[in-house]
């Protein structure tokens, strides 16, 4: 039995309660939120949200990649969200590597050097505004008057903004 | 007052009661969760997981781009994951365009043309499979053996495994 297995158990009790009325394809705040994969970071409980509000686009480090980017503009056009929460975090994995590093060291494992970047952080607050940087200058997003960025404290569970 | 100040105040309310010896950085199911952003896909509740259990990872579709390589790859070396599992789901907005027609509207409303693509699926199953042949595939991935692929109805609630 995976754990795989054992979400399939579950959701079969969820789909015997589920209420497919509960939602809607928009988000109900008009909103999305970027952040990081850690399993230390329960979106919905550290920003009081509800299933359904939000779209939630989430890859290792909440970096702005151009699959964010890709993402967002779907969200934006296609979804009608206009605000835009972008979050990272202490103690990320992003900071325990380098780019160059982590290619080598995969190279020399499978003999294939990955073609994409690999988003080493070494400053989290620089980091951010380089992502909100991103962010404010797509020309592929409609809505770019209401993107701010935070740095979630995995020992404090606080937000602390990035100006 | 914006969305987004109104999960400030929410935080508080979380940090207030945070007990940060609840997390670890590594996930303790060993698993990540590969899913669409959509507001109408409530992971946690979906699946049974509890926080901490899983990385999370979501983009617009739930479909395998270098950026989900990228987390996926950090998921399994650094953070010893070990299964994955992919969901797409019914009523996708993917299913809604081309991507060809999407960057064309794009270049006449902004002067830019996408140098990415915009993950347009036509056929839900076929995704699914792509995404997961992706996978298992992929040099970079250490555990390819316990990769599972599925469609979420979000009319029913019901996960619907891919073969």
Known sequence: ????????????AYAATFDPA???????????????????IPVFAVLGLQAGDAHIIRN??????????RSL??????????????M????????????DELAAALEAETGHRPTFPLGAITDLDA?????????RTSPFLPHRDA??????DVQTGRLREVV
């Open 147 to 152: 993107i701010r960025g935070f740095i979630f």
């Open 22 to 40: 509960a939602f809607t394809p928009a988000p109900r705040k008009h909103v999305a939120i970027v952040t990081c994969m850690d399993a230390r």
């Open 127 to 135: 980091s951010v505004r380089d992502s909100l940087t991103r962010l």
């Open 73 to 86: 503009l779907i969200s934006q056009r296609s979804l009608g969200t206009r605000e835009i929460v972008l």
């Open 60 to 69: 290792a480090g909440g970096i702005v990649s151009d699959d964010v980017l």
């Open 88 to 99: 990272h975090h202490t103690n990320c994995g992003l900071l325990t590597f380098r780019d």
């Open 1 to 12: 039995m995976t754990v795989t297995d054992d979400f399939l158990a579950h959701n079969e």
